[in-house]
């Protein structure tokens, strides 16, 4: 099925092929979205309204076509993948404020639809992941967040699994009363600038307490069951980095 979410005719056609082949709707997940890197200065309009279109527009077709074709009747859940905008993104104004965007659309959305048979909708936004998006990025754009993993407090990036729990989380009824909300999936980078690497006995005079970073659930859905992100070789030497450390440090 070809779905181009720029397209509101495109975005309704899918919802009603889906719900005739399966009779139903449950959840819709908005992953689909992203951006080129440019700083402000240098960006277009045209290059602004192209990424306000296909992450915010987009998210929009997505949500009616779904509420129209089969939610607003029945009810269902809603997560879109927004991104970690607490501080803005430089070099990604564009994006971060379509993202922003989606998530205060998301709030009203709540309010709006919640009396729809209890539509619940909610935003995931991942700080940075090793994930197959990378391979979009210019070698020097990879290799310089290959090596800001220190401003994370965690010293580390995401993985897919963990944006994907999370996502499983609020799409469960174990979220049944979660509505409205912008789930942060960043290990907490959105706070904190962290530590300089080399610079954690400043703060710790023991050394550093980082956590050893073993995956979640433990052995399976973890980073040392990846094999490979179709992403360039200097991510997949992270996941390979992060495997190491799990295997040589005591817990
Ligand atoms: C510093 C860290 C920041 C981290 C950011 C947050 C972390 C997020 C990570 C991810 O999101 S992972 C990656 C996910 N995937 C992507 O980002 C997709 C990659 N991008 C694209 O596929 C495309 O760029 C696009 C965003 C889908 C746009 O493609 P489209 O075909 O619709 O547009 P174009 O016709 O190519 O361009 C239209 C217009 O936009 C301007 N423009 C395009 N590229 C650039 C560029 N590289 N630099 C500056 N301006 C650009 C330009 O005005 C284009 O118009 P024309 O000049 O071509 O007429
Ligand atoms: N990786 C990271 O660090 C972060 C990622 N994110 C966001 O998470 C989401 C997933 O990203 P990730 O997996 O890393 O990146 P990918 O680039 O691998 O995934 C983006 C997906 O969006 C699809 N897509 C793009 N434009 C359209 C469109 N107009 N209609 C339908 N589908 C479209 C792409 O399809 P196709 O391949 O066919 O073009 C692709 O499958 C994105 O929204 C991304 O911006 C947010 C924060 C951080």
């Keep these: 099925m070809l779905l181009n979410i720029r397209d509101a005719t495109m975005a309704s056609q899918v919802i009603q092929d889906i719900v005739t082949r399966h009779g139903k709707l449950n959840g819709l997940v908005n992953n689909a979205g992203g951006q080129f890197m440019s700083p402000a200065s240098q960006l277009t309009s045209k290059g602004f309204s192209t990424v306000v279109d296909l992450n915010l527009n987009g998210t929009f077709n997505m949500c009616k076509a779904a509420f129209d074709g089969y939610m607003g009747e029945h009810g269902g859940q809603i997560v879109t993948i927004v991104a970690e905008t607490r501080n803005g993104i430089p070099r990604a104004m564009h994006t971060g404020a379509a993202r922003a965007g989606i998530i205060n659309m998301t709030k009203t959305l709540a309010i709006e639809w919640g009396p729809y048979n209890g539509i619940r909708i909610n935003c995931v936004a991942p700080g940075l ?123």
């Design 129 to 251: 992941i090793i994930s197959s998006g990378m391979k979009n990025y210019h070698e020097t754009m990879v290799d310089l967040l290959a090596h800001s993993h220190w401003m994370n407090p965690t010293s580390r990036y995401g993985t897919e699994s963990e944006v994907s729990a999370s996502v499983a989380f609020l799409l469960s009824p174990a979220a049944s009363y979660i509505n409205g909300v912008n789930l942060e999936v960043d290990g907490g980078s959105s706070l904190s600038k962290g530590n300089p690497e080399g610079d954690e006995l400043k703060y710790n005079p023991e050394g550093s307490r980082h956590p050893v970073y073993v995956g979640w659930p433990e052995g399976v859905d973890n980073v040392h069951g990846i094999k490979q992100v179709d992403a360039p070789a200097k991510i997949n030497e992270l996941l390979e980095k992060y495997k190491a450390i799990g295997r040589s440090s005591k817990i």
